[in-house]
């Protein structure tokens, strides 16, 4: 149920209800996926392909999705939500899909946010926009859910998404470290590239036992390419999921880090996997979660954590690249700022990742944040006095996204960033890269 306020009144609207999309339904149709992360996403398609779904991720995004978007979804809604909205509805308009045979994903974190209503949000927009048949269907990473029966993901696919992430985290960190510094234009990209296409094919065979010897060529490709010495000062970006890994959604921030004269450090997203699944354990004193449930996520972050402790090794090993960090330890960071107890959007993770960051002295921090993202307000904007007091040198700032920001405000405050990010770096003395 939606609360809708305006001056005058308060409608209380009833969400359309959907049609329910049925196993049996998975040979006729195709599954719309709005894009999150270019890299990761391409690693995943073929996982639900292997598992008879026809899962199409939708390219990125532009203006008119935006005003797509707006058109359903109020604009004093998340800036994500009116973007994921607009994307599906934009590709039902294509007239590319038969609506009698699609269906739309949608995540659903189940917080104490707006998150939590993506998926009714988005059966208004499919109602409105006059596709009333299409079926929805909410997709959640913990193992409460059980409203989406229809799209079943039996636990080999489970691993090899897992998998996937992993994967798509350690190329994204490979490219993001080496692409400031390369000699020949391009050359980082069109390697990233280059892995995409391979890992595509390894990941559908799931060999765990390869992890450590596929992630130890991938670093050993990234370390051998020839790329200038000289050292950029690092700005970490965190903040909202959508719009910290969306190059469409933050108007291409790494690039324009990457213009600025900086270097991007961009968390894992398996640390968001991880910090929902972790969830149960860390608030069961006040919201008791079934054993069972309990049990299930304790089993996954144990396995997710020992493959990631395989490519840790490997990282160690090369002078040039940091290593993973661990959800433990990030929890701890987060626990001297905030309780681990706020669960709601990105949480205490947010605070965790800026602590993180701040330890391994990437002292320059971007906090993406779409506007009016309470949860942004509270782990995010909240906490950055204190850290600031505890992390002498840390240079924070906040970037506002919504789809009334100018491209040219984000500028301004970045380039503010930077001058600072730079005017240190030249002050230290320009070290060694590798
Ligand atoms: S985390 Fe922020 S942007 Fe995302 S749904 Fe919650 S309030 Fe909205």
Known sequence: MTVVLNSENIHVQIPPRSPEFQRTDKE????????????????????FRQCGYNVVVLPTINRETIEEGLRYVNNDVCYPAIIVVGQLIQALKSGRYDPARTALLISQTCGGCRSTNYATFLKIAVNKAGFPDVPVIPFQVNFTNDNNKGLFLPLFALKKLFLAFL????????????????????????????WVEKLQTEIMTNKYGNVSKT????????????L????????????????KYHPGANNNLVSLIEQEGG?????????????CLTSGDHC???APVSFLSMLKSRIAVWFIERQRDKVRKVLRQHKRFSSF???HHLAEQAKRFVSICNQTGEGWLLTGEM????????????CVQPFGCLPNHITGKGVMKELRSHYCGANISTLDYDPGATEVNQLNRIKLLMATALRRNSFNGKSTNK
């Open 28 to 47: 006729r149709f195709t599954i719309l996926c709005p894009q999150m992360a270019p890299i990761h996403f391409a690693l995943c398609s073929g996982i």
């Open 167 to 194: 994967y798509g985290d350690l190329l994204m960190n490979l490219a993001n470290r080496c692409r400031p510094y390369e000699k020949n234009r391009g050359e980082v990209d069109v390697l990233v590239q280059v």
């Open 215 to 226: 992630a130890s060529v991938i670093v050993n490709d990234f370390d051998a390419l020839d």
């Open 228 to 243: 200038q010495t000289e050292c950029k000062p690092k700005v970490g970006i965190v903040g909202e999921i959508l719009v």
């Open 263 to 275: 270097e991007a450090v961009v968390p894992n997203i398996l640390d968001f996997a991880l910090y």
């Open 284 to 286: 069961k004193r006040f």
């Open 325 to 327: 960090g661990n959800i």
């Open 355 to 366: 602590a993180e960051l701040l330890e391994e002295e990437t002292l320059n921090i971007i």
